[in-house]
């Protein structure tokens, strides 16, 4: 079994990038050549005679090719997080760009680039051990090859820094002309990391001992922001795709932090109490925006427009996805929390009508009471003659059932699940030193699938949910429980620490995902609705107004280049500045204008009036700056789609069709139209096609 280097470090010369690892020292070097940036083995670890200087690092992100140059991106810093089933995991800290090149000159659009990604990607939640396979869930896991390295064990949805390993990859592959055929020396610099959550807690529960973990995994396809990424892309990839498993690992006595991560016994499993078996119980769920062609069109308005494609056009699309979900999770429980009334009713509507073209037999039931109609909305298959007769769609109405903070009604939802949750049981497992392994007692049969329009806050709530019904499911097996107890009645400091973790996954997913933290964690903190957590919601409800209408463009893009979806090297873009505003003068002014206008009038309101002058001329002054001022701002929320920072490495179609009609409208204005320039100097449309919303990765 080949794993990652644990120390390796960097020799910087004016021709080369050379990696070796101290504490393999007959190990091939690896080199990343200056200025082609293509990557070879030394025969030995030979180190360069010129080096300027030498530095430790925790391991090679990857290597990514810009606008002008290529970039070594490596780990120089990380710190531990615990240890899972003996094994140590780390955060990601800092990172740091080696360029093959010295610029003598700034180049704008590249600057751009390097900042997108060192500021929303370098900082993010990402994570990564040198001896376990993070992108698995334990059940994968069992049933894995240990002899083969890690990152070729990882599953490829979670592998977050897949598209910058893509020339280690292909160099471990395919070799290069000088070295050809396949290159296993390589295997130890390549180092898979996740994006999401990773918690680690240590704990005991009514004196026994155990390590509560939970990770979430975020997926690598159609990642992105809230209302720039929604519903799924043809090759059935749906956006705010995450895997969270919620893990208890028994008998696990080698889990502080102290100890070195790579010693024989750790590598071997050797842990737990003497004569007691290490074992791993874990529970998965998924989650994941409404499968089918959508979106939420963002002008400044608090409701941005709503837009649902046929069904039809994205069933081949629903069907690729579908088919990777029952492949890996078995039967799937489609939960669905989003509104029955109102705006949200389409994507309701929209997602029924695809479970039952999917489905070769479906069957619907409606459940009621004398609050609602539609209390529950069940489609299920009445036979097993296909593939996607393993689809179970749940509706339930969340909002309406837990309005006027009643959240405990949200319990509903397990009551009705309750048949499936038994049936699905969970994963259980048996640490075998022997091979280092997991021996399988129980499987996990089939995963829930929870997705509200978000994904987010009332998924987060509902999974929350489901992860304790399980749990407590596990303690009662394991003897820890009496049937009918549940451990938050029977350990409080434990069911502290449950809704903490619980409530912190939600924070991080959400910031991911909407740039905020997340709402209704007051529920998932204190067990109940608060007018405090209410308050917080609506300072989070604003927040991301403000970031989803004017900067989540730039994160967007962030995640489009170090993904693949964007690639600066193949774009066509000619010599224009990509990142340049295009916009007319005259309309880029007039938020400007509207901020001189409230200067003003502030101005006049609380400047001291010279003794004796007249009231009238300061009066007339605060009018006349006060209709510039209501007509700028009119201006601007009449047409939205002018001010909001859109991503613009990858345009949305919808983007450059509304920005075409705002534009067209501005030419109309009375006031303004004169003045716009006849010309298109707005966001190019050729350059919006010839940019592929989403570009199929390579790999």
Known sequence: MTLPFR?????VAADSYTFTSPSSPNAPALIVDR????VRLSETSHLPTRVSRVSSIAGILGLIRLRLDKYVIIITKSEPVGRLKGHMVYKVVSTDFLPMRERQIRDPDEDQFLSLLKTYIMRGPMYFSYSIDLTNSFQRQASADLSSPLWMRADDRFFWNRYVQSDLINFRRQGNRSQPGSQPAAD????????GTLEIRPTTFKNTPLTLVLITRKARYRAGTRYFTRGIDEEGHAANYNETEQIVVLNDTGRGLGGYAGSSDMQSGKYGSEGAEMQVLSYVQTRGSVPVYWAEINALKYTPKLQVRGIETALSAAKKHFDEQIRIYGDNYLVNLVNQSGREKRIKDAYEQMVQMLVSSPSEKVKGDTMTDEKFHIIEPTSSKQEFDRLHYVYFDFHHETKGLQMHRAMLLVEQL???????QYFRGVDMPANGGLETRNYQTSVVRTNCMDSLDRTNV???????WTLDRMFVDLGLLQRGETFANVDPAFEFLFRNLWADNADTVSKSYAGTGAMKTDLTRLGKRTKA??????KVAVMRYFLNNFRDGPRQDAFDLFLGAYEPAAA????????????PILIQSIPYILAFSI???LVGLFTKRVPGSTVWTIRLFILFWLVVAGWCFNFIINNGMLYVNWPKLNPRPWAVEGYQESISKVRKDALLGPFVARHERGLSTARYLNAEEGKKRIE
């Open 7 to 11: 120390d390796i470090n960097v020799h």
């Open 418 to 424: 309750q048949d499936a949750l038994i049936k699905q």
């Open 572 to 583: 066509n873009i000619g010599s224009s500045l990509i990142f340049a505003d295009r916009r």
């Open 35 to 38: 200025p082609t940036g293509d």
């Open 599 to 601: 200067f003003f009038v």
């Open 533 to 538: 957590g209410t308050f917080g919601d609506g």
């Open 462 to 468: 509902v999974q929350s949910m489901l992860a304790r």
């Open 188 to 195: 130890p610099y390549i180092l898979p990391l996740i994006w």
